[in-house]
């Protein structure tokens, strides 16, 4: 089976991948290979598979997608709106791996 080349990180990768997103449930995840990121709103999965794989240098195999709403909240007796958040479930190929805590590669 013939490598694929992988291509070089574009800024247009940095855009769609925005950050780890790290809590509980992800650290969770990451024991079946999979790694969660917060996304840009408009990222089609097909992008975000070719950002992740271009910035990190991994196959990914699957890519899911979630959309949290915003809740309203008080804080000191005034509401406020949370942003609306996309997030991406990244699942990794057998073998691979990133580690979230360095550095992107650029």
């Known amino acids: 089976m013939a490598k694929k080349p992988q291509t070089a990180p574009d800024a247009r990768h ?4 925005l950050a780890p997103h790290i809590t509980e449930k992800s650290t969770m995840l990451s024991e079946a290979n999979a790694v969660v990121f ?3 709103p408009k990222a ?3 992008e975000i598979k ?9 196959k990914v195999t699957n890519v899911n997608t979630i959309v949290s709403k ?12 949370r942003s609306d ?3 991406a479930i990244v ?5 691979q791996s990133i ?3 360095e550095g992107v590669r650029g």
């Open 70 to 81: 915003g809740k309203t909240k008080r804080w000191k007796g005034k509401p406020y709106q």
């Open 50 to 58: 070719a950002a992740i794989e271009a910035l990190f240098n991994v």
């Open 99 to 101: 580690d979230i805590t």
């Open 91 to 95: 699942t990794l190929a057998e073998g």
């Open 14 to 17: 940095y855009d769609i991948v």
């Open 44 to 46: 089609s999965k097909p």
């Open 38 to 40: 917060r996304v840009a």
């Open 85 to 87: 958040m996309k997030k």
